[in-house]
């Protein structure tokens, strides 16, 4: 697929004029860790089409001066999408509403719902084995299933949803522990399709959590599937998270792909009457009964009134249940990611974090206590569940970063005011500070709030589904005087013009690049580019470019012809199809020969010799001097 990138000005037709334009503010892309100042954005339809320092003609244009410029946020285990929810999740920021913790056993009638009743955010759901076991075993019944053709029947029954577009198999092992013999059977089927795996843990508890970790690291390392953790601060990495996240990471490092998400509250909220208050729960989980609030109450639970609200399947909030000391460390890990872990449902009977989870990142670990940078924490939150998802859903390649031909879902807020308001009492209190949300193009939110009128939200659907094509790269090599060719990789076409990663392509011609956050780019000390701009500066001489260095695919590219022009100085220039043949123009010039080689590289011959020649020279001299000395005394 070739992307529409259009140009800035067009000589026929005059100035584009862009659907929307953001107009300043900072650029956080976590693709490439720029964070570009000033910039401005130009929107065609759903995509991204320019990032520019030049001014832009939008019919709307959104003034972002002074705020944070965000890929939309990614909320990886999140519920369905209802009305109430999902207006939340947008309010907090989210473009992309993943049930990736429980799912739906029927895709066909899941997204053909969504679809006709439109959704705010971009929608998708899992494969859930939890529902898929009702058929054999009973609903809510927690037997083991023991028969092989009743496991193979899951197995085909999830592999057809996945087929008709679900995105992964979800596991909740602690709500239903009968779930046993299908496991690996079923991540057979994972690692047969490249799909993510997620799992609420076995254990919850400090005693046995670790054994819940080690569970899922094995069947990993049998099977070769993906595996996610789900909310490791609740359950699993409880009181002894240290040693949890060494477990993940020395799996990581024995090649397991293996990851893992959580929320930022220091407490988790559960259905009373579930497996979680089993007996013993105090202990486990060394809290009281008045530890328990009722969701959207100031009440909380006794020893005389636990037994009657457990009859009533009331959400309850465990306060102190997580300790502060071991969320900041998941917070400081670059590994994990966030998930909320809940979507506000009508009734309000939920935990806060399905109104705050974002927002409070924001601004309680980054603003108020400095626990990590805007650019970490927006990586947590969209670019690393977006690329968790890459392997089942084709359109998450284009989500959770600002690039060039990427997804218009782009979040905009003020740092200095971002937060969240909900709490156990009033869960549906909605956060501060996000002003401005876009879905695939379409402003959702506004400094006004909701958006009303709009559900620009597309299904995000596995890659059975979903047969959007992806730009591949071409084939392309470099030929450097007498020396082999060099095969690059990652050389694309767009709008049929030839694009080449600039550090790669520069290295390969022995030039050191450094690039700065800020979008500037240094080439061998002498040329100096920037993200977004026409202009190049070589050896103090301006140059004009055709184009501009663009961010694309998690890199930054620069067109062959703009190549070109800043080569031309220093190499003749031989081009064919998928060959660029540069020969260096001999010199004396000792700023060329700056731009031609890294300052590591060795010394030529000549200036050995040079060296020598001076050292020799000197020396001898210096005899000659003596020698006259000597001779004067006498």
């Known amino acids: 697929m070739l992307l529409n ?51 832009l003609k939008g019919e709307k244009v959104i003034d972002a001066d002074g705020l944070v410029i965000s890929p939309g946020f990614v909320d990886l285990i999140s519920y369905d999408p209802n009305s109430v929810g999902i207006e939340l999740k947008v309010l907090d920021g989210v473009t992309s509403n ?51 053709e009743d496991i193979q029947k899951l197995v085909d029954v999830v592999r057809k949803n996945v087929e008709a577009g679900a995105l992964g198999i979800s596991f909740s092992f602690e709500y239903v522990p009968g779930v046993k013999n299908e496991v ?62 060494d477990m993940v990471k020395k799996a990581k490092e024995e090649g397991l792909d293996i990851t893992t998400c959580f929320y930022p509250y220091d407490y988790w909220a559960t259905y009373i009457d579930s497996a979680r208050f089993r007996p013993g729960w105090q202990d486990r989980f060394k809290i009281t009964y008045e530890d328990l609030q009722i969701g959207g109450t100031d009440i909380r639970i006794t020893k005389d009134t ?23 460390m998941l917070l400081k890990d670059p590994d994990t990611m966030i998930g909320s872990d809940t979507i506000i449902e009508p009734s309000y009977n939920n935990h806060p974090r399905g109104a705050g989870t974002y927002s409070r990142i924001f601004g309680k670990y980054v603003r108020e206590e400095k626990v990590l940078s805007i650019m970490d924490a927006i990586k947590k939150v969209s670019y690393l569940p977006a690329k968790r998802m890459e392997s089942s859903a084709p359109s ?30 009033d869960s549906g209190a909605p956060s501060v500070g996000i002003e401005y949300v876009l879905v695939n193009g379409v402003i959702v939110k506004n400094k006004d709030g909701i958006v009303k009128g709009v559900k620009p939200g597309k299904p995000v659907k596995s890659y059975f589904v979903d047969k959007t094509p992806d730009n591949e790269p071409i084939d392309f090599k470099i030929k450097v005087d007498d ?10 076409k767009i709008d049929d013009k030839i ?78 199809e998928n060959l660029l043949d540069l020969k ?39 005899i000659v001097l003596v020698l006259l000395g000597l001779k004067r005394k006498k």
């Open 396 to 425: 998450m390649k284009y989500k959770g970063r600002i690039e060039v031909g990427g997804d218009a879902d782009i979040t905009i807020f003020n740092p200095d005011t971002i937060i969240d308001k909900s709490t156990v009492k």
């Open 306 to 328: 636990f037994d009657r609200y457990r009859q009533q399947h009331l959400l309850v909030a465990a306060h102190g249940s997580m300790p502060e000391s071991e969320l900041i």
């Open 584 to 622: 260096l123009i001999a010199t004396k010039d000792d700023a060329r020969e700056a731009f031609q080689h890294s300052d590591d590289e060795k010394p030529t011959e000549s200036k050995n010799n040079k060296t020598i020649f001076i050292v020799y020279g000197v020396s001898a001299l210096i």
């Open 483 to 492: 020396k082999e060719e060099v095969s690059m990789e990652k050389i694309y």
């Open 5 to 55: 990138i259009i140009p800035t000005i067009s000589l026929a037709d005059g100035p584009i004029t862009y659907d929307i334009v953001i107009k300043g503010g900072t650029i956080y892309n976590p693709s490439t860790d720029h964070e570009l100042k000033d910039y401005n954005i130009g929107i065609i339809g759903s995509k991204v089409e320019k990032i520019t320092k030049e001014e």
């Open 184 to 245: 690996i059977p079923l991540l057979n089927l994972a690692k047969e399709y490249n799909l993510p795996t997620f799992y609420h843990l076995r254990h919850s508890d400090e005693e046995k959590g670790l054994d819940g970790i080690q569970e899922v690291i094995d069947y990993g390392k049998e099977t070769g599937a993906i595996i996610h953790i789900m909310h490791i601060n609740s359950t699993g990495g409880t009181f002894v998270m240290d040693k949890a996240l």
């Open 499 to 576: 694009y080449l990663p600039i550090r790669e392509t520069f290295e390969t011609l022995n030039i050191p690049v450094e690039n700065s956050i800020d979008g500037s780019i240094n080439i061998g000390n002498i040329l100096n580019l920037e993200i977004g701009s026409r202009k190049a500066n070589l050896r103090e001489k301006e140059l004009q470019l055709i184009g501009e260095p663009i961010i694309y695919k998690e890199n930054t590219y620069i067109s062959l012809e703009d190549l070109n022009i800043l080569l031309n100085e220093d190499y003749e220039i031989n081009q064919s």
């Open 98 to 148: 993943l049930a990736m913790h429980g799912g739906t056993e029927d895709a066909v009638s899941w997204y053909r719902a969504w679809e006709k009743n439109g959704v705010l955010a971009n929608f998708g759901a899992s494969s859930f084995v939890t529902r898929h076991r009702w058929p054999i075993v009973g609903y809510g019944v927690d037997t083991e299933v023991t028969k092989e």
